[in-house]
């Protein structure tokens, strides 16, 4: 199996697993701080994703560094590939295989679990959804609040829910997302965030 198709399922994964992980547990008082959350524009987290799509479930560790529009994102752990590290700019994503950066989403990469996450899921929105945020330039609906859920929308065909928050500093952040979309779900359990300090 070669990089670049080791590749594609770590990243196919991770994108499905944010909308599989759901939990019951304390959250801290008052809602998601969304406008503070959506001034960051550097910012880190580190956490867990599961991803299951196709018949087949995967995880890893993940630690995701945003530097305004770019995402170094890496992932490792029992996908057995060590670590693999992506960029992500916008609909932009390349993989590091053997010193250089490789497109991800073009056609002559073609496997199936490329052309699932590229076909069917707004990479360059994850950003905003690790976050418990719709992507701005995107349409989104909000339905009524659930028990039990800090917040909830639907975008691009995928419907992100933030099951549990956490404190980071002086901010309520996200700790427990569950990302549900075309034939796929994705968990993510956020362990540690790394933000600015609200004004």
């Known amino acids: 199996m070669n990089r670049a198709f080791r590749g594609a399922w770590v990243l196919a994964a991770f994108c499905i697993l944010l909308a599989g992980c759901t939990a019951r547990e304390q959250m801290p008082s008052g809602p998601l701080d969304a406008a503070a959350l959506a001034a ?11 991803v299951s799509a196709q018949g087949r479930s995967e995880q890893a560790k993940v630690r995701w560094r945003q530097e305004g529009p770019l995402a170094a994102v890496e992932l490792s752990g029992p996908w057995g590939m060590g670590a693999e ?10 993989l590091l295989s053997d010193g250089s950066w490789i497109p991800m989403c073009v056609e002559d990469l073609s496997v199936d679990e490329l052309e699932l996450l590229c076909a069917s899921a707004p990479l360059g929105s994850l950003s905003f959804w690790l976050r418990g945020l719709p992507d701005p330039n995107l349409p989104y609906t909000e339905p009524p609040p659930v028990e039990g859920t800090a917040r909830q929308f639907q975008q691009a065909g995928w419907m992100v829910s933030v099951s549990t928050l956490q404190r980071s500093g002086d901010l309520s952040a996200p700790r427990r997302l569950d990302i549900s979309g075309p034939g796929a779900t994705m968990k993510v359990v956020i362990t540690d965030w790394e933000l600015s300090a609200s004004p």
């Open 40 to 50: 960051q524009e550097n910012w880190e987290l580190r956490g867990r994703v599961a």
């Open 85 to 94: 590290r992506l960029r992500i700019a916008g609909e932009d994503v390349r």
